[in-house]
């Protein structure tokens, strides 16, 4: 394999690291989407939330682009309509798990609730869903660590 140099258009061997004939820097794929470890989870707004029958359980509509809303099941006790969350989509990969769409005690759920612990964050407690300021967009990257409070 080799690359051609954008600057003079020579072409280099894959090892060289700048142009062999105009010492150009050899050009750096720009990151994709998955590239980014993150790149299933997302900022949602809690639509609905209510009891799962027989079971320590919340069952949660959220909202996670204009047009895509997610049953979630998780047993986080400190949710309620209106919240933003960061949710792990289908994809998603948590604590070396894929988050799938399955059915806990008969309700769909097509994504989870994260804590801080599976942010990789620093604080907050395991099994507390991570809620966010109302700032955080909808749909967008979750932040890389604990917002601070305002």
């Not at 939330?49 to 006790?77: F, G, I, S, W, Y």
């Not at 960061?86 to 804590?115: F, H, L, Q, Y």
């Not at 604080?123 to 909808?138: C, Q």
């Amino acid at each position: 394999m080799s690359w051609v140099c954008a600057d003079c258009e020579y072409e280099n061997e894959e090892a060289d690291a700048t142009c062999a004939a105009c010492e150009a820097p050899k050009p750096v794929a720009a990151p994709t989407a998955e590239d980014d470890e993150y790149h299933q989870f997302k900022v949602g707004e809690i639509l609905e939330c209510a009891d799962v029958p027989n079971a320590k359980l919340k069952h949660l509509k959220v909202r996670v682009e204009a047009e895509t809303v997610l049953d979630v099941v998780t047993a986080a006790t400190n949710v309620a309509v209106g919240q933003r969350v960061v949710i792990a989509c289908e994809g998603a990969v948590v604590k070396g798990e894929t988050v799938v769409k399955t059915n806990v005690k008969g309700v769909p759920s097509r994504g989870m609730v994260c804590d801080s612990t599976m942010l990789g964050w620093a604080g907050g407690g395991a099994g507390a869903a991570v809620v966010l300021p109302d700032s955080y967009a909808i749909g967008t990257r979750p932040p890389a660590s604990r917002p601070r409070p305002q």
